[in-house]
């Protein structure tokens, strides 16, 4: 985990931009896009006044966040006196996902009719542009906003030409359907195997709220 | 029925299947990643899901009923943990070449599926 808490190298190759004064995240990925503070001089207990920094640093375990923060940041010049955000300009916050897409894409193109034995039907092209942009959109959304880098889905084969996305983890699972009926809206389920449970239909085509606020609160940390 | 005269069968009858009882299910390769069935494998073909009752059928028996065995595994249920997700319904539906042939039905909607993928086990892994 030590390496993903390192700051990454301050370059020419970087943007800035400004976030609204009262906007935070409540939870924010350590990666390639960084919120900085300019009072990190300060001692922790100030920093944590601070809403903003320790927001930003906010792990699991909160005494080994703390210890890296002030490292970080103490490599950091300050710009200005209020939050701003930087990001790496040659890094593609979606390179991974991107991987992913074209990957799943190969693979579900290349079933055709009848591939299973069973009668099942091969997978259009426009059924798998509407699963991508999708992603790619719910992803941008949320790396623009927050800067978190939005978690991948397996990306599988659904019935009857569909496309299922499944996000998985050890307390969580979340399974959305992307039909081959261009016209229809997706369907999703996702339970904590427990208690908590999310079903309901959306228009895959327009970014959900709904989905953006699970995937922000199951980002990789 | 059973023609008792030349031993060629009509049809076989509908049997009650107890909760204690396992089904069988093949399930092609594709259906599957790192091992695990994925949800896109649980699906209604025609009546329902198509699997086979283990009191008339084996894990093989399952198996070679695919067009290509050699290219799927077989999972198998508990009968009682299938009828405990909603709106699932196990119903012995024998045809002529396959006496255990059991319909899970039901809408296979997200819930279903991913809930089927929890029960199962496999019996014969996949290539």
Redesign the interface.
């Known amino acids: 985990m030590l390496s993903e808490m390192t700051a990454p190298s301050k370059t020419k190759e970087t943007l800035r931009r400004s976030l609204p004064r009262n906007y935070w995240p409540e939870n924010k990925p350590l990666g390639s896009s960084w919120i900085l503070d300019t009072n990190v001089s300060l001692p922790w207990k100030l920093i944590r006044k601070y809403r903003p920094t320790i927001a930003y640093l906010r792990k699991r375990n909160k005494s080994l966040a703390k210890e890296m923060a002030l490292e970080s940041f103490e490599s950091w010049v300050n710009v200005k006196s209020k939050l701003v955000r930087i990001e790496e300009k040659n890094g593609d916050e979606l390179a991974n996902l991107k991987e992913a897409l074209a990957s799943a894409k190969a693979l579900l193109l290349g079933l055709q009719q009848d591939w299973d034995g069973e009668g099942s039907p091969g997978y259009s092209e426009e059924t798998c542009e509407r699963m991508s942009n999708f992603l790619l959109n719910h992803s941008k959304q949320l790396a623009a906003a927050c800067g978190i880098e939005a978690p991948i889905p397996k990306i599988l084969p659904g019935p009857n030409g569909s496309i299922d996305l499944l996000w998985k983890s050890d307390d969580y699972e979340l399974l959305l359907n992307i039909p081959a009926d261009l016209q229809s809206p997706a369907s999703f389920y996702g339970d904590d195997q427990g208690n908590l449970c999310i079903k309901g239909k959306l228009d895959p085509d327009k970014i959900n709220q709904g989905i953006l606020q699970w995937l922000m609160s199951h980002q990789t940390l | 029925m059973v023609d008792e005269s030349s031993d060629i069968v009509d049809s076989w009858p509908q049997e009650p299947i107890p909760d204690e009882d396992k089904l069988f299910m093949r399930v092609?390769c594709?259906?599957t990643?790192d091992g695990n069935p994925?949800?896109?494998a649980f699906?209604n073909?025609g009546k329902g899901m198509s699997t086979d009752w283990a009191r008339y059928s084996t894990p093989t028996e399952t198996l070679n009923r695919?067009?290509?065995p050699d290219?799927?595994g077989v999972l198998k249920f508990s009968v009682g943990e299938v009828r405990a997700i909603p709106n699932q319904t196990v119903e012995h539906t024998p045809i002529i070449i396959n006496r255990a042939h059991t319909d899970v039905s039901g809408i296979?909607?997200?819930?279903v599926?991913?809930k089927l993928t929890?029960i199962c086990k496999w019996v014969i892994d996949p290539p």
């Not at chain 2, 296979?108 to 819930?111: A, H, L, N, S």
């Open positions: 092609h594709q259906w990643r994925i949800p896109g699906q073909r695919a067009k290509k290219e799927n296979k909607d997200e819930d599926r991913l929890r």
